[in-house]
């Protein structure tokens, strides 16, 4: 994939996972609430959007680790599979952009 295809692509799995924070709950598990991280991928999608950069990197990056917050809120609202497959495609996009 192109560089802009990989860009657009993370803007997509950014606008999929801020549709999904905006309607979750909190975990018992996770350290940070759906608010909270919206509010990052809100600031990182609006950068990406319009410089093609990220205002925080470490920061998106640390949402998809194994133990991040994201994970458990994704499991305990339903989309867990959707994380997943979030997860992947972030994973392919954040080549392009670092």
Do not use: R
């Not at 991280?37 to 998106?60: E, H, P």
Request: proline letters at 2%.
């Amino acid at each position: 994939m192109k560089n802009e295809d990989l860009n657009m692509k993370m803007i997509q799995v950014l606008n999929h996972l801020a549709e999904f924070l905006k309607n979750s709950d909190e975990s018992l598990y996770a350290a940070e609430t759906p608010e909270q991280l919206l509010k990052i991928v809100n600031v990182n999608l609006a950068s990406m959007q319009t410089s093609g950069t990220f205002v925080s990197l470490q920061k998106v990056q640390s949402l998809f680790l194994p133990t991040a917050s994201l994970q458990d809120i994704s499991i305990d609202n339903g989309w867990g599979e959707q994380y997943i497959e979030l997860s992947k495609d972030f994973e392919l996009a954040i080549s392009a952009c670092t």
